[in-house]
T-cell receptor
């Protein structure tokens, strides 16, 4: 049973465009929703995170949109750059110790 | 500040062999966990620990053992390696509460032949 569903599996965006990755969760007890970024050969690293008491969180070019009633959240990357090319994972937990991850999205940004 | 250190980085095992993947963190984090990463399947939780002496199973625990004798170390043991355990393994640590991020190691790429 996949508790966190992520789409799309891969995404190709032109430089300067907007990248959007979507996730849906099932467990209403989840109260922490991070996004992790992973470059080839490296471990995942926290990019941005949100709790369900807010509907949006922005850090630079990265924004999380959160819809509690729909049990969905998404990552928006504005002005996408070639350096953003990586694999992105959404995750959810009710304690930061036990993260449940989505299946990942491979983003490629072409100049 | 080393963060989370995993050893080895690469390993090839023969079917039936046993080995231990090492994980150490220097951030005094209470929580540590092991994930495996397979193409198209994301990161799946194998085992986790909420503190020294306390461990619990995650989503895919079969074939793996863990122990947590100290806060710093959380080794993962493969009892009898199988080709299905070919994967990239990541160790992570974090502190409870607030918006504490999980810090991941660089990973161990394991191939079982």
């Amino acid at each position: 049973q996949q508790q966190v569903k992520q789409s799309p599996q891969s995404l190709i965006v032109q430089k300067g465009g907007i990248s959007i990755i979507n996730c849906a969760y099932e467990n209403t007890a989840f109260d922490y929703f991070p996004w992790y970024q992973q470059f080839p050969g490296k471990g995942p690293a926290l990019l941005i995170a949100i709790r369900p008491d807010v509907s949006e969180k922005k850090e630079g070019r990265f924004t999380i949109s959160f819809n509690k009633s729909a049990k969905q959240f998404s990552l928006h990357i504005m002005d996408s750059q070639p350096g953003d090319s990586a694999t992105y994972f959404c995750a959810a937990s009710y304690n930061t110790d036990k993260l449940i991850f989505g299946t990942g999205t491979r983003l490629q940004v072409f100049p | 500040n080393a963060g989370v250190t995993q050893t080895p980085k690469f390993q090839v095992l023969k079917t039936g062999q046993s080995m231990t993947l090492q994980c150490a963190q220097d951030m005094n984090h209470e929580y540590m966990s092991w994930y495996r990463q397979d193409p198209g399947m994301g990161l799946r939780l194998i085992h986790y620990s909420v503190g020294a002496g306390i461990t619990d199973q995650g989503e895919v625990p079969n074939g793996y053992n863990v122990s947590r004798s100290t806060t710093e170390d959380f080794p993962l043991r493969l009892l009898s390696a199988a080709p299905s355990q070919t994967s990239v393994y990541f160790c992570a640590s974090s502190s409870p509460g607030g918006e504490e991020e999980a810090f991941f190691g660089q990973g161990t790429r394991l191939t079982v032949v």
